[in-house]
């Protein structure tokens, strides 16, 4: 079982960064594909970014692309999501995930196996 701890949300203007993390418990970090999901008041969860066991390949929403820059240190254990020219539409609670999946970048929700419980990134106008 793999516990996921998200760090990193709160309120910023337009434009604005921030930088969340995600440590998952456990040794065999570097086993996990991982991923950004979000969910905005009223809508379902969507995909934001993800990155490889290895972190040699990435993939993003075409929502993030320029702007977030998913990471991971496995050395530190540790995911992140850096979020540049924040908008007020990526206000949102994030979830960080982690995927058994042996290769690739999954970018599905049903790819994932272990989810964290969120934290909230609210972006004003």
């Known amino acids: 079982q793999v516990q996921l701890v998200e760090s990193g949300g709160g309120l910023v203007q337009a434009g604005g960064s921030l930088r969340l993390s995600c440590a998952p418990s456990?040794?065999?970090?570097?086993?996990?594909?991982m991923g950004w999901f979000r969910q905005a008041p009223g809508k379902e969860r969507e995909f934001v970014a993800a990155v490889s066991k290895s972190g040699g390949s990435t993939y993003y929403a075409d929502s993030v692309k320029g702007r977030f820059t998913i990471s991971r240190d496995n050395a530190r254990n540790t995911v992140y999501l850096q979020m540049n020219s924040l908008k007020p539409e990526d206000t949102a609670v994030y979830y960080c995930?982690?995927?058994?999946?042996?290769?690739?970048?999954?970018?599905?929700?049903?790819?994932?196996?272990?989810w964290g419980q969120g934290t909230q990134v609210t972006v004003s106008s």
């Open positions: 995930a982690a995927s058994r999946l042996r290769f690739g970048v999954p970018r599905t929700q049903n790819e994932y196996d272990y």
């Open positions: 456990g040794r065999t970090f570097s086993s996990y594909a």
